[in-house]
């Protein structure tokens, strides 16, 4: 196995406590125990973040407050206003198993609760248990394969099942790249410096550049208050509250994202990419109402690939698809995609648009994604002019 770069503090401290000197250790990573796993989508601990301590302890933490907002809550409720209980903060895996050889993982976790002389049945979303085969990369870095299979109660079958390295992506916290936000802003304004010394703008006069962070660097790095206070610095650059020309290097998001979307889009024109379009498909909740909220167009269209279920949705740039941001929503995956699709219709998607998704594109919709769309009365706005 390869060396790789990781904060010791981490094993062993599973709650993201640092502090503030930042040193690394080079370690051998030859195994998963003591290692920590988090969703790309989320890159935070607790929020359905796979922990294994030990060969004898290992779960799934949603411990972060965010998983309040983010998970559905229990299925049983004491009465029609009781909003239900909160995800358990943790779920322990059980009958785990590991074949070192194949750097495979099995176990599986259950919602209900064992109260001694019986056992509570709970669900969330109908799903009382849920199975996991983990496959993991030669150096731990990554779970490359494998399946999530959920159940409902006293079932023999999956009703619902997902697939690691495709439609799950998680990777080892923490990463070998990720630095704390602070040393982000540092290397995003050496940047700005020197495309200024090299002839290019300088700092102050590239879109949507604030003091501290651009907004396209912040929404890469998933910095919440900066992106918040680079938009609002382009908002009040102009007067307006749209996001103009602001936009993400099609590239460079698709390395973020680790995705390849196929020979046929390595082009000289890449997609034209919004930030908010970048926010989606990072399955970036937080990025995506912030960016609404500072004026993004939920009815502007993207032309670019969308990571599909089989890898990429989109044969290719000739012609150019035209996907509705709503559309676009619907890529993100897991409990990421209802709340992404609820502040996409909370921008006022044109009822054209919604309705047309809400029929053609069933299949891609999550669970809880299919209720909101079952009962979304509105807001709805006038169909824009680029839509069909």
């Avoid at 993991?136 to 159940?151: K, T, W």
């Avoid at 709503?326 to 890529?331: F, N």
């Amino acid at each position: 196995p390869s060396t790789a770069r990781m904060d010791l503090r981490a094993i062993g401290r599973m709650d993201g406590a640092c502090q503030s000197d930042g040193r690394t250790e080079d370690v051998e990573v030859c195994s998963m125990w003591g290692q920590v796993y988090v969703s790309r989508g989320d890159n935070e601990l607790g929020m359905s973040s796979y922990h294994f301590l030990s060969e004898s302890e290992a779960y799934i933490s949603f411990e972060n407050e965010k998983c309040t907002k983010m998970y559905p809550r229990i299925d049983q409720r004491r009465s029609v206003d009781d909003p239900g209980e909160r995800i358990p903060r943790r779920l322990p895996f059980r009958g785990a198993t590991y074949d070192a050889n194949g750097r495979v993982f099995r176990g599986w976790v259950t919602f209900s609760r064992d109260l001694g002389a019986y056992e509570e049945v709970i669900t969330v979303d109908g799903t009382e248990r849920e199975e996991y085969e983990l496959v993991f990369s030669a150096d731990f870095d990554q779970i490359v394969a494998g399946s999530c299979r959920g159940f409902f109660p006293n079932a023999s079958k999956p009703h619902r099942e997902e697939r690691f390295g495709t439609e799950l992506l998680y990777t080892r916290w923490p990463r070998q790249d990720r630095v704390p936000a602070g040393i982000c802003r540092s290397i995003v304004n050496s940047e700005l410096q020197r495309q200024s010394s090299e002839g290019q703008r300088a700092p102050s006069e590239l879109p949507g550049a604030s003091s501290s962070f651009s907004a396209p660097a912040a929404l890469l790095a998933r910095d919440a208050p900066a992106l918040d206070t680079a938009l609002a610095a382009a908002a009040g650059a102009d007067g307006s509250e749209g996001q103009g020309e602001l936009e993400v290097e099609a590239k460079e998001l698709w390395q973020r994202m680790r995705w390849e979307p196929g020979p046929q889009w390595r082009v000289s024109t890449l997609p034209r990419t919004s930030l908010l379009v970048a926010a989606i498909l990072l399955q970036w909740p937080e990025g995506v109402e912030l960016c609404i909220r500072h004026g993004a167009d939920v009815n502007a269209l993207y032309d670019g690939p969308l990571p599909g279920r089989g890898g990429c949705e989109s044969g290719g740039p000739n012609p150019p698809p035209e996907h509705p941001i709503l559309r676009v929503a619907l890529s993100a995956r897991s409990c990421h995609q209802s709340l992404i699709c609820r502040h996409v219709l909370d921008g006022g998607v044109s009822l054209k648009v919604f309705q047309r998704v809400k029929k053609k594109f069933q299949e891609e919709m999550e669970v809880d994604t299919k209720d909101l769309f079952n009962r979304w009365l509105g807001p709805f706005q006038q169909t824009s002019e680029r839509q069909r």
